[in-house]
Every structure is written in C-alpha cells, then in structure tokens.
Nanobody, 121 residues
Framework: QVQLVESGGGLVQAGGSLRLSCAASGFTFSDHAMGWFRQAPGKEREFVATVGSHGGYTYYVDSVKGRFAISRDNAKNTVYLQMNSLKPEDTAVYYC??????????????WGQGTQVTISS
C-alpha cells in the first residue's frame, strides 16, 4: 500500500531555512508527479509545490515562489522541499503526495503523518 513518510520539520526563526524530505513506497514513484501540501491550524490543507515525474517541471503557489524549491531523487523514491526565507505564515504541518497535474490535487487518499514546521517571528 502507499506509504509516505515526511521528515525534516522543526522550529526556526523567520528568515531561516529548512529542508523537508518525503520517502515514498508502495507505488512506482518515477511514474508520478509529486508534491507538497500544508495545513495550518484551523485551515484546510493546501497545495504548495509540485515536481514532474522526472524533475523537469516544477510549479509553486504564488506565496512560496522564489523562496521554496522542490526536487526529487527517483533512485531514492524521495521528494524534497527546500524552504528559504521562511515566514511565520509558513507555519503548518507539511505533507507530500503524488499530484494530478492540471488541478494540483493529491492523487492518493492516504497521507503520511506530516512534519511540523513552526516559524517564530
């Protein structure tokens, strides 16, 4: 079955950086676009960024463009999110999932436990 294990979150000050990782299994990783989503307290989960199946395509929501960079390593079945110039509004639990390109929604109904990112002002 699909397994997604996120890691790398933490507590950092505004302006700092974090690198998130997501190890995937249970499906053919290299066949799918992958992405990151986040859920802030009291809000719905939202799409953040996606990378195409072989890394040649990336797309970001406006709020993270120029600050976040998504990448993947198909040999390791892992997707990454490098987050720079972090802001308090980036505080959320971050999740990864395969992504349906075009509407940028999650492909799989199952989610990992997520990784908490907290940015202090």
């Amino acid at each position: 079955q699909v397994q997604l294990v996120e890691s790398g979150g933490g507590l950092v000050q505004a302006g700092g950086s974090l690198r998130l990782s997501c190890a995937a299994s249970g499906f053919t990783f290299s066949d799918h676009a992958m992405g990151w989503f986040r859920q802030a307290p009291g809000k719905e989960r939202e799409f953040v960024a996606t990378v195409g199946s072989h890394g040649g395509y990336t797309y970001y929501v406006d709020s993270v463009k120029g600050r976040f960079a998504i990448s993947r390593d198909n040999a390791k079945n892992t997707v990454y999110l490098q987050m720079n110039s972090l802001k308090p509004e980036d505080t959320a639990v971050y999740y990864c999932n395969a992504v349906l390109l075009g509407n940028y929604i999650a492909r799989f109904g199952s989610w990992g436990q997520g990784t908490q990112v907290t940015i202090s002002s």
